[in-house]
């Protein structure tokens, strides 16, 4: 399934209003990594409080030990600070990379703003290296529009 044909379910699963937000992100991981096949772990991380870190929200994938993440570390910490979309083609070559899996080999992530704040960030990792393009990109910030909508 192509990523535009996706956008209408993405959008029909987080307009369930009778579904619980959470749930509702959960459902929307579970569908990216389905049906994408380089999409081998998929997460939310949001602004945990008043505090510079990130805390986990819904994911699927490979538990992680990454639950809380100061801002700063690693690639979605990078991006808490910066609000900019950061692509790692191979994650062995990032310094401020936090380890996950050894099968991870690229990672994308990609801010969600709500009223112009940076509120947290949909986390993609792959366990084959490079396979992310610019359609990717551009897919995953129309999720995070849509994700900012119910938040």
Same mark, same amino acid.
């Given at each position: 399934? =192509?990523?535009? /044909?996706?956008?209408?379910?993405?959008?029909?699963?987080?307009?369930? =209003? /009778?579904?619980?937000?959470?749930? !509702?992100?959960?459902?929307?991981?579970?569908?990216?990594?389905?049906?994408?096949?380089?999409?081998?772990?998929?997460?939310?991380?949001?602004?945990? @409080?008043?505090?510079?870190?990130?805390?986990?929200?819904?994911?699927? @994938?490979?538990?992680?030990?990454?639950?809380?993440?100061?801002?700063?570390?690693?690639?979605?910490?990078?991006?808490?600070?910066? =609000?900019?979309?950061?692509?790692?083609?191979?994650?062995?070559?990032?310094?401020?990379?936090?380890?996950?899996?050894?099968?991870?080999?690229?990672?994308? &992530?990609?801010?969600?703003? &709500?009223?112009?704040?940076?509120? @947290?960030?949909?986390?993609?990792?792959?366990?084959?290296?490079?396979?992310?393009?610019?359609?990717?990109? !551009?897919?995953?910030?129309?999720?995070?529009?849509?994700?900012?909508?119910?938040?």
């Amino acid at each position: 399934m =192509s990523l535009e /044909e996706l956008k209408p379910q993405i959008q029909s699963i987080l307009n369930d =209003s /009778e579904s619980e937000v959470n749930n !509702r992100l959960f459902m929307v991981c579970e569908l990216l990594e389905a049906h994408i096949d380089y999409y081998n772990w998929v997460g939310f991380y949001f602004k945990n @409080g008043d505090k510079n870190e990130l805390k986990l929200g819904p994911y699927v @994938g490979e538990p992680t030990d990454h639950t809380i993440i100061p801002f700063g570390k690693g690639i979605c910490g990078q991006v808490a600070v910066s =609000s900019e979309n950061f692509v790692v083609p191979d994650v062995h070559a990032q310094d401020n990379y936090l380890s996950c899996s050894i099968t991870v080999k690229a990672e994308i &992530v990609v801010p969600i703003f &709500v009223n112009g704040e940076n509120i @947290g960030q949909i986390d993609i990792d792959s366990s084959t290296i490079d396979p992310f393009t610019e359609a990717d990109e !551009r897919f995953l910030e129309f999720v995070c529009k849509e994700v900012a909508k119910i938040l």
